[in-house]
């Protein structure tokens, strides 16, 4: 419980200190991204080779746009476990991802990289809960 409070705030620490940031008029992708030396505490994400390459996948942003983009291409949480996963970098990892429809010409979400044996059950909750926020406050900011 204790983790996902911390990363509840960091998730919305981040929102609010890029709030006016975000609506840049460049067309550039902003991607924020934090806490992913955590995934080395997953056991099952011990392999040196495999990790490597996944933070390869996260170092390139025009490579994680893509990934992100292919999960939230639908609306509400959407979970990609293993090989469901559209890179094949991130087949030992789960995502749990929501897209936030506050604009039609700007795509926005949020998500969690986890083990594959995370609890789905809080993430997901986790996960829709932050979205929530995140729309009311990118909603509020616009106004």
């Not at 291409?73 to 030992?92: A, F, K, M, Y």
Request: some cysteine; hydrophobic content about 40%.
């Amino acid at each position: 419980m204790q983790q996902e409070k911390a990363l509840y705030d960091s998730l919305l620490k981040n929102v609010v200190s890029v709030g006016g940031r975000a609506f840049s008029e460049d067309g550039e992708a902003d991607l924020y991204l934090e806490g992913t030396s955590k995934l080395l505490d997953a056991p099952e994400l011990n392999d040196i080779a495999r990790m490597r390459a996944l933070f390869k996948a996260f170092e390139e942003k025009g490579r994680l746009v893509k990934i992100l983009n292919a999960c939230l291409s639908r609306d509400g949480v959407r979970i990609t476990i293993g090989h469901e996963n559209p890179d094949p970098d991130l087949c030992q990892v789960a995502l749990v991802t929501a897209s936030i429809p506050l604009d039609p010409d700007a795509a926005w979400g949020l998500g969690v990289v986890g083990s594959t044996r995370m609890e789905y059950g809080r993430m997901i909750a986790l996960v829709e809960h932050v979205a929530r926020a995140l729309n009311q406050t990118l909603k509020e900011l616009r106004s």
